[in-house]
């Protein structure tokens, strides 16, 4: 039994109801009208099945809204609305099934355009049931975040791959370049895009579309193509042909370009660092190749500059070029040669790319520490300067003012231009800073002192071997003297111009003693003191040898009363002529093989034992080295080991002598300082290295097959101490052709089975 | 087989006549020893004085009765101070210039 | 260029440092080419046994064609006192003909020492010279400028 205060309270309450919804309309037609009311609004915003043709919508919308403005008097509107919303969400499977059916399609096909038709569809399907614009933006952005909360948990994963695909193909390609302005279907696809919150909701993907785009471009435009700066011309793309496509996807609803401009600040400046980013990555990643290729390279240091203001990447740089420094350059495969002038482009082109020094000076110290343990830096150094390199190339630029070398200063405060040291610049950064390239190689060791002896001694070097009466070439060392003692200082270079001097005095007083009396003798007189250590020597020259020397130098006391000559007789040429019974052959060879020839004319047969006693003693190997020159030529025989004959008449030649090659031509004089080995000796060593590396050879041949030389090369360069040029390569391979080892064809070589 | 010589660069070393005796002129020496430097400055004779930049005829050497030799120019430096009495530096008897002898070659 | 005493003195001192010195003598400084400390002592039986003396030896440019100055160490105040030798001032300046007049360029800072170490050596008797207050009252700083009369010829 319901109490008495239950039953009032219900019916206050139905009362009140009925008031509302009859409101001031006489008897129940409030009521009913609201009834009607209510029955419309609910009808008009049902969700119906856009596929049935029958079911449609309620064409008299003035006849809503004033349905709808009934049940708004009578507060109901809201119940209206959930119920609305409810149904939606019951409905929601018809939007499913065509959702169903699109993605099973393009799962299929591929074809972004199915997922085009897709979002069209959709578009429909959410134009089809939206309210009134008149019932309020709340609602209608209640409608529109259920809508698309269902949607969006219901579109399956493939979906975002397929909205990608679609994003992509709007942008315009750049190969072949296409239209860049977009067609109002684009436009609409966009608008439905947003109607459908997909843009919101897959922002990531979307700008990962752009991003894409922009990297495509610039690897296709921008790799390998170093010769000019690109940057200008990529920032002339992305305005003209990608921020259209933003626009569409960013500020569709600009009115203004004032606007536009605003709404695509953030991802216009997104855009713009990430090509930048690509393009630095894409140099960091090049940089080795591009400073090989320095100074035609120069467009991409420039842009890598520019690159890294905005980007800061430089940690990065450093490490890529430091590894592939490690990787390709420091290596015992690499000549040292190679590595000075990689040095050198990769001080010019650092500079180029980060003045203040400090990336610089990160790479620089494991090239430098590796030079310094080279023992043939400083020699390579040297002669480069001088110009005895076989390349042009100089690595000092010979457009640098030549100056003093600069030692490594102490901070100089009173610098007007003073600056404190980059953030990133490492303790010893300020310590190290000399700014010409000398200066920077020289740097390389703790005193010059190193760099004036090996210029003393390549001096020595080149000067011996001026065997004729060629005045320029020593005005040509002059020159270079006179260019070194700006930057060494003169005292460093004092003892070479005493040696140039002893040079011009040697030919005034050959000049005068030939004018007493004629020789053939044309000696360079040194100045014991003042050249490098010179190999000594027991070795006496017989003979018409000894005559000629004790004739010349009593020429020179004459003319020299306080002065006697010493004669250093394991330097120098002799120019022969040897006149034998069917022939006669002309050589110019070192003293020690003038002297054993000499020998020769008074026995025809000569054991080398007595041949290197007779000479005062000799070491055997070179001896043998000597011997092997007279019988390269024809002129001797080895009959037997050790025992030599001289040909009157020509033989067939037999095969080589072990070691030494025939050397006809003009020698080297001797040593050239500190007891360094005549040259032929190394190339006996040479030969003998390649005997070993051609048991590599012979076993990459065998494993693999047919190889192209510069495989064979690359492979050479992993064997400790290999250190031979492709092109010696070659040569080899050549020969070991000939001897029947190996053959090649089109460039493959492959052992002789 | 007639073996003629059409050219010969040969490399030679100049020296100060010092010996005093007629020594073959071969292989006599080491002369990185002691016994070749001029006593005043101790540089060899046949590098320069410590005033001088070339050695030879502009840095030549001056031989003593006494038979003892230095540098021209160290030993005007010492005769040109008092202390000196003009006498040798190493046998303090009173200095006298010889006269150039004509080197004897030994001939076969 | 370079002075002359530097040339000798830094092949001098290549020389002590690659031969050594003479025994009883060592050097003890030569930091510059201009002063050098020596380490003297006699060997053998002798009236100095025992004794470590310090020679100081100053140089100028024109060394060796002019003379060193060169004296015995004094340090009154941490005790250190130059030998007692009729020859030897008690202020460390010495009397000895090769300091001055017969002095030679042909002769070397380890001639002196082995020269002055012989001068102890021989000494008979041990005893200050004759002069010796009134001279280290009037004594110019470098013994050089004093005109020493040599009137024994041990030394």
Known sequence: MASDAVRAQVSAKWQESFARLNRDQPGITGLLNFSRAFAISLSYLHPRDINDPT?????NVPHVRAAMSTVNESRMLPYVLDGYLDEVRKRFNLVQKDVEVFMAEYAESSDPDVIRRLVFRLLAWYEAWT????????ILSGY??????????????????????????????AIPPSASTPTPSDYKMWAAFESLGLI??????????????????????????????????????????????????????AKSTEEA???????????????????????????????????????????????????????????????????RLLHPGAETKLILSQYVATIKCLRIVDPPGVLLFKVADPIRRYLRERPDTIRNIVANLVGDDDTGDSLVDENEPIQPLQQADAEDYSDPNWEPEPIDAGPDFRANKPSDILSTLVSIYDSKDLFVRELQVLLAQRLLSITDDNVERVEKERRNIEILKIRFGEVALQVCEVMLRDMTDSKRIDGHVQSQEESVVHPTIISKHFWPALESTNLIMPGQFQKLQEDYATQFTHFKPDKRLRW???????????????????????????AFIELFSDKNIWTIDDLTKAVGAVDRAAALNALSTWVDLGVLKEDEEGVFRLLEVAEEKSALTKGGKARGTEANPGAGGDGVLPPVTQQQQQAEQMRIYWKFIEGMLTNLGNLPLDRIQTMLKFAPGYDQTVEQLGAFMEAARREGLVVVREGMWRLNR | MK??????HAVAQWRWDTQTSNDPQDNDDDDDDEGNVCGICRIPYEGCCPACKMPGDDCPLIWGECTHVFHLHCLLKWLNTPDSKQQCPMDRRTWQTAERKVPVINRA | MASISAKRLAKELKEIQTEGCPVGVNLLRADDFQTWLFSIEVMGESLYKGEVQTLQFRFDSNYPISSPAVQFLVRENEGIRAPIHPHVYSNGHICASILGTEWSPVLSVVAVCVTLQSMLASCKKKERPVDNDRYVLHAPENPKKTQFHYDDDTV
Not at chain 1, 131 to 138: E, I, Q, R, S
Not at chain 1, 214 to 226: D, R, T
Request: proline share 6%; net charge negative; charged share 25%.
């Open chain 1, 55 to 59: 079911v449609v919508r309620s064409a």
């Open chain 1, 131 to 138: 309210p009134l614009p008149d019932l309020g933006p709340v």
């Open chain 1, 144 to 173: 529109s975040l259920t809508f698309q909360t269902l949607l969006f948990s219901n579109l399956p994963p493939t979906f975002a791959t397929g909205f990608k695909a679609l994003c992509a193909s709007t942008l315009p390609s």
């Open chain 1, 200 to 253: 919101d909701r897959f922002e990531s993907i979307l700008a990962s579309v752009g991003y894409e785009h922009i990297e495509a471009y610039v690897l296709e435009m921008c790799k390998g193509k170093w010769s000019e700066p690109m940057l200008e011309g990529l920032r002339n793309w992305m305005s003209g042909k990608v921020v259209p496509w933003m626009l569409l996807a960013y500020a569709r609803g």
């Open chain 1, 261 to 327: 401009r605003n709404m695509l600040q953030g991802v216009g400046s997104r855009f713009d660092f990430h090509m930048n980013k690509t393009l630095c990555d894409l140099r960091t990643n090049e940089i080795f190749d591009i400073i090989i290729d320095f100074p035609d390279s120069m467009g991409a240091l420039v842009d890598l500059r520019d690159c890294l203001q905005r980007v800061d990447q430089r940690a990065e740089l450093v490490a890529a070029l430091r590894k592939a420094n490690q990787k």
């Open chain 1, 568 to 594: 250093l007789p394991n330097l120098g040429t002799i120019s022969l002529r040897l006149e034998l019974e069917d022939r006669t052959v002309e050589a110019d060879v070192p003293p020690l093989e003038a």
């Open chain 2, 3 to 8: 073996v003629t010589v059409k050219r010969w």
